[in-house]
């Protein structure tokens, strides 16, 4: 399994924009497909997004509706979700996940999680 530290959550206002990161401590990053979950209290983990290996296919939960962008930077071994126009319904506690698979977007397919990083968004 690899290990993985989310960084970039915090408290914002409806409409405003955050940027998480995650850091995978693996020599084989490059080799992952990496996703991005949420979780809010009381509701089921639910994707958000996910990118291939070399970064040029995304895969994006539906309530994202263009407001999310996942990218990579496998020189760096991160993973980034940039986060625009937000919600407070978007308002959960986000996980970075890694998968072996060549495609992933349920959270089955993942087998590295890291703590996550809170996402809270006032109105």
């Known amino acids: 399994q690899v290990q993985l530290v989310e960084s970039g959550g915090g408290l914002v206002q409806a409409g405003d924009s955050l940027r998480l990161s995650c850091a995978a401590s693996?020599?084989?990053?490059?080799?992952?497909?990496m996703g991005w979950f949420r979780q809010a209290p009381g509701k089921e983990r639910e994707f958000a997004a996910s990118?291939?290996?070399?970064?040029?296919?995304?895969y994006y939960g539906d309530y994202v509706e263009g407001r999310f962008i996942i990218t990579r930077d496998n020189a760096k071994n991160m993973v980034y979700l940039q986060m625009d126009s937000l919600k407070p319904e978007d308002t959960a506690r986000y996980y970075c996940?890694?998968?072996?698979?060549?495609?992933?977007?349920?959270?089955?397919?993942?087998?590295?999680w890291g703590q996550g990083t809170q996402v809270t968004v006032s109105s």
């Open positions: 990118i291939s290996r070399s970064g040029d296919l995304t």
């Open positions: 693996t020599h084989t990053f490059y080799n992952l497909f």
């Open positions: 996940a890694a998968s072996p698979r060549t495609i992933a977007t349920t959270a089955s397919s993942f087998n590295s």
